[in-house]
T-cell receptor, first 114, second 110 residues
Framework: NAGVTQTPKFQVLKTGQSMTLQCAQDMNHEYMSWYRQDPGMGLRLIHYSVGAGITDQGEVPNGYNVSRSTTEDFPLRLLSAAPSQTSVYFC?????????????FGPGTRLTVT | GQQVMQIPQYQHVQEGEDFTTYCNSSTTLSNIQWYKQRPGGHPVFLIQLVKSGEVKKQKRLTFQFGEAKKNSSLHITATQTTDVGTYFCAGDYTGNQFYFGTGTSLTVIP
């Protein structure tokens, strides 16, 4: 199993550009999520999905869209990039939501918006 | 909104000394997870605590969940250089969303 994969590893965008961060898992996990990590802030939940076709907002959803058309994939779209979105983005998955299920994190995407 | 506070932000210890990081929530948690992140890496799951007053051990690591399920701690006995990294707690209130603490960065001086 490859686990959770993310592409790209690094990305530089100009303000106003859009892009999609890709996330895929091959463990047949129901629950997937996106976090951003900023220095001194820990990880903050952007969006999550409890299954294909179901998504919901997390703590910091503004400026991001997600969709979950398959169990395996959970892309994160930046609609119009802003410097405040410069961050490291982690995708995670777990077998189910709720107690008892550890989250497996991908290697991350380091995004810089100039 | 929900928030999980974690202290200290940084900790430098001599190799062989003990280390503790604390997490606190103003409201009752459903469960709490602990993660370790090495520099440049991604968070890796360590353990989950669900029951009030629960204590779990993994070799030199001891995890505790408070009786009121509002606080938790991670204690490392006799630190080693391999323990270097940032330790995060992640609190869950509803079963769908985890709120991460700001992390404690541990430096171990050989």
């Amino acid at each position: 199993n490859a686990g959770v994969t993310q592409t790209p590893k690094f990305q530089v965008l100009k303000t106003g550009q859009s892009m999609t961060l890709q996330c895929a898992q091959d463990m047949n996990h129901e629950y997937m999520s996106w976090y951003r990590q900023d220095p001194g802030m820990g990880l903050r939940l952007i969006h999550y999905s409890v299954g294909a076709g179901i998504t919901d907002q997390g703590e910091v959803p503004n400026g991001y869209n997600v969709s979950r058309s398959t169990t395996e994939d959970f892309p994160l779209r930046l609609l119009s990039a802003a410097p405040s979105q410069t961050s490291v983005y982690f995708c995670a998955s777990s077998e189910r939501s709720g107690p008892g299920y550890e989250q497996y994190f991908g290697p991350g995407t380091r995004l810089t918006v100039t | 909104g929900q928030q999980v506070m974690q202290i200290p932000q940084y900790q430098h210890v001599q190799e062989g000394e003990d280390f503790t990081t604390y997490c606190n929530s103003s409201t009752t948690l459903s469960n709490i997870q602990w993660y370790k992140q090495r520099p440049g890496g991604h968070p890796v799951f360590l353990i989950q605590l669900v029951k009030s007053g629960e204590v779990k051990k993994q070799k030199r690591l001891t995890f505790q969940f408070g009786e009121a399920k509002k606080n938790s701690s991670l204690h490392i006995t006799a630190t080693q250089t391999t323990d270097v990294g940032t330790y995060f707690c992640a609190g869950d209130y509803t079963g769908n969303q985890f709120y991460f603490g700001t992390g404690t960065s541990l430096t171990v001086i050989p």
